[in-house]
């Protein structure tokens, strides 16, 4: 009994496993990774849909789910335009292709990281020394004042 449940978790698990992994092969060819982009920037992309498919497929019509991200399309390939606007961290972004001669329709998606720029880096670390430097005057401000008490009494 125990060697078939064994058994039957190890097959769950492997069949899992190899579901996962075909899932990330696929994902691989319709997704792109912008990396590392700065805050206010415009990124672009151009996907081709022969070199995802293997042949030469046409676009009917192209969605995005965000005023971010702008497309222009022709035959088989699609250019699309990301704006980082004053955001920063993860993004993920999604656009939905819809083909001609097919009622499939298809998921393509970009991610990348906006960091801020430099400027921003450095008002960030200027804004943290200026807390540090108002939380000691804060400190010294409460222990005279306590003194002051203490002198009164």
């Known amino acids: 009994m125990k060697k078939i449940i064994f058994l039957t978790i190890t097959y769950c698990c492997l069949v899992s496993f190899s579901y996962l992994k075909a899932q990330t092969q696929e994902e691989k060819q319709y997704m792109h990774d912008f990396g590392f982009v700065e805050t206010g920037a415009t990124v672009g992309y151009t996907f081709n849909m022969t070199e995802i498919f293997g042949k030469e497929i046409k676009i009917a019509k192209v969605e995005t789910r965000c005023d971010c991200l702008t497309t222009e399309w022709k035959k088989d390939e699609i250019h699309l335009s990301f704006y980082t606007g004053d955001k920063q961290g993860v993004f993920i972004k999604s656009l939905t292709v819809y083909l001609q001669d097919s009622e499939k329709m298809l998921t393509l998606y970009i991610k990348g990281i906006i960091k801020p720029t430099q400027k921003e880096q450095a008002l960030t670390v200027q804004r943290r020394e200026l807390s540090k ?20 009494r």
């Open 133 to 152: 430097d108002n939380s000691f005057a804060q400190k010294m401000f409460q222990q005279q004042a306590h003194q002051n008490l203490l002198m009164e």
